[in-house]
């Protein structure tokens, strides 16, 4: 089982043109068992593995957050490959990327920047749910904010302290930007999602 994720930048032709190089170092950033490409200019595919999905959509998401009144809108679809299809990732096919397309197709009807779509309705009902409710609060990232939750993902690892360092702000002014955009619940939530993975398929 594989996820997909079918993305594009909202409204790009009215943003800074920086948009389109927060998106190359955000895909360039992702870890080596993923494939990505970009199409069409603004639309963005990725293939990877399924438990990493919610990450990197956060991820990809303060990524493009930075940039002032820039979004992103993901179809995130998890499911089988079809063996045999291409390496491109643009030209394969599959489950994972039917159900991500489907749940792309979706999102401006639904009114929503992010959606999972899986074999499993009980799962999708529910991580949708959880989805809306991370999202009043991802919508509404500050580029700060943004700059901040993007620092934070790349150095797990780190304490605030050294993310301070990196980041060249103060440890309160971190503490102050995670807590602003609902940074631990959300992380609560990408945690969740591993785990109904492993439970359900």
């Not at 639309?43 to 820039?70: D, N, R, W």
């Amino acid at each position: 089982m594989i996820a997909v994720i079918t993305g594009d930048i909202i409204n790009s032709r009215e943003l800074p043109t920086q948009w389109i190089d927060k998106l190359k170092e955000a895909l360039s950033a992702l870890p080596k068992n993923s494939k990505w490409e970009i199409f069409r200019g603004d639309s963005f595919q990725i293939e990877l593995p399924t438990a990493t999905a919610l990450l990197t959509a956060i991820y990809i998401k303060a990524c493009i957050k930075t940039v002032k009144g820039a979004d992103v809108r993901m179809g995130i679809g998890l499911g089988k490959k079809q063996k045999g299809t291409s390496e491109k990732v643009t030209e394969a096919n599959g489950e994972a990327y039917i159900n991500s397309g489907e749940g792309f197709d979706t999102l401006k009807s639904n009114r929503v920047n992010l959606v999972i779509k899986s074999p499993s309705v009980a799962f999708d009902e529910d991580m949708n749910l959880y989805l809306k409710l991370a999202l009043i609060a991802m919508d509404s990232w500050s580029p700060i904010a943004s700059e901040v939750v993007k620092q934070t993902i790349e150095n797990q690892n780190e304490n605030q302290d050294k993310i301070a360092k990196i980041s060249g702000r103060s440890q309160s002014s971190i503490s102050e930007a995670l807590k602003r955009a609902h940074f631990s619940e959300i992380m609560e939530l990408e945690n969740k999602f591993r785990k109904l993975i492993v439970s359900t398929f």
